[in-house]
């Protein structure tokens, strides 16, 4: 049974750097084709990619925010961190960390979220 | 980035009904579109990955399918517990890009 579970800080000042983890179980990271995906939403809005590590430590980025975004694993842990820089009160949302689900399609790899973390809160303000 | 386009943003049914809606990309996907779920204060669910392909332990109501870059999830016979919003998602190209939700009410 896969599971997994994001913790970090309920409040953040603006312009300080949100360090957000992701401990999961039920899968290796490290297993070809894995991969973990962190995923935002604010209050009253559609959900918004932000990044995805694979087994083989490729990462991607939202575009919109590459330049704030890193992502790590640590294999060993069981763990995926993410770190978002100079934080803005347009950042408050619910945070989630999602397993990767991937197929062989026609044309290429697919992929979908299959299970999700029950996200933590996290609120931007002075 | 590919833009994902729901219609209608709500609809409302009432149970045993059969509701449509509609999810339009901005570009071809080659059938790399996923549904979600959504209650209010859970996490989304996925449903239906790779256009139409039943998510394990989904119900058999739920069912997907494409007309070029018009994607549509149908849920035959609703039930109760199917008052949710529905999200789509791109997974043909990053950013993995979602519909804005359409809301399924009680009529």
């Known amino acids: 049974q896969i599971t997994l579970e994001e913790s970090g800080p309920p409040l953040v000042r603006p312009t300080q750097t949100l360090t957000l983890t992701c401990t999961f179980s039920?899968?290796?990271?490290?297993?070809?084709?894995?991969?973990v995906a962190w995923i935002r939403q604010a209050p009253g809005k559609a959900p918004e990619w932000l990044a995805l590590i694979y087994w083989d430590d490729d990462k991607r980025f939202s575009p919109s925010l590459r330049s704030r975004l890193t992502i790590t694993k640590d294999t060993a842990n069981n763990q995926v961190v993410l770190t978002l820089t100079d934080m803005d009160p347009v950042d408050t949302a619910t945070y989630y960390c999602?397993?990767?689900?991937?197929?062989?399609?026609?044309?290429?790899?697919?992929?979908?979220?299959?299970?999700w973390g029950q996200g933590t809160m996290v609120i931007v303000s002075s | 980035d590919i833009q994902m386009t729901q219609s209608p943003s709500s609809l409302s049914a009432s149970i045993g009904d059969t509701v449509t809606m509609t999810c339009r990309a901005s570009?071809?996907?080659?059938?790399?579109l996923n549904w979600y779920q959504q209650k209010p204060g859970m996490a989304p669910k996925l449903l239906i990955y790779?256009?139409?392909r039943l998510q394990s332990g989904v119900p058999s109501r739920f069912s997907g399918a494409a007309s070029g870059t018009v994607f549509t999830l149908t849920i035959a016979n609703l039930q109760p517990e199917d008052f949710a919003t529905y999200y789509c998602?791109?997974?043909?190209?990053?950013?993995?890009?979602f519909g804005q939700g359409t809301k399924v009410e009680v009529k």
């Open positions: 998602q791109q997974s043909y190209s990053t950013p993995r890009t």
């Open positions: 039920g899968f290796s990271i490290s297993d070809e084709g894995m991969g």
């Open positions: 570009e071809v996907l080659n059938s790399y």
């Open positions: 999602a397993h990767r689900l991937f197929w062989r399609g026609y044309h290429k790899w697919g992929d979908a979220f299959d299970v």
């Open positions: 790779g256009t139409s």
